[in-house]
C-alpha cells in the first residue's frame, strides 16, 4: 500500500517553515523571504490537495532550501505520488 501525506507530516513541514530565519546577513534577508515564500506555496499546495503544484515547487529549490522539506513527506511525494 502506498504512502499517504499525513496531517503529522503537514505539521512537520509548517514548524520547519517558520524555523527557517535569516542568519542575520542583511545582505542574504532577501533571499530568506523569498525561500519562505516558496515553501509556504509547496505547503498550500499540499493543503488544497494541488500534489502537482507542491511537487513542482519543491523540485525547483535550491537543495538547502528543499532540506527544510521533511523526509518523510518529500519521499512520500517523491515515491507515492510520482506515478
Known amino acids: 500500500m502506498a504512502k499517504k501525506i499525513t496531517a503529522k507530516m503537514i505539521a512537520k513541514f509548517e514548524k520547519a517553515i517558520k524555523a527557517w530565519k535569516d542568519d542575520g546577513d542583511e545582505e542574504?534577508?532577501?533571499?530568506?523571504?523569498?525561500?519562505?515564500?516558496?515553501?509556504?506555496?509547496?505547503?498550500?499546495?499540499?493543503?488544497?490537495?494541488?500534489?502537482?503544484?507542491?511537487?513542482?515547487?519543491?523540485?525547483?529549490?535550491?537543495?538547502?532550501?528543499?532540506?527544510?522539506?521533511?523526509?518523510?513527506l518529500y519521499d512520500t511525494l517523491f515515491d507515492a505520488y510520482d506515478k
Open 28 to 72: 542574504m534577508a532577501p533571499t530568506y523571504v523569498i525561500d519562505r515564500c516558496h515553501l509556504r506555496s509547496a505547503l498550500d499546495g499540499l493543503q488544497t490537495g494541488n500534489i502537482k503544484h507542491a511537487k513542482d515547487v519543491i523540485s525547483r529549490l535550491d537543495t538547502i532550501v528543499r532540506d527544510q522539506v521533511p523526509t518523510d
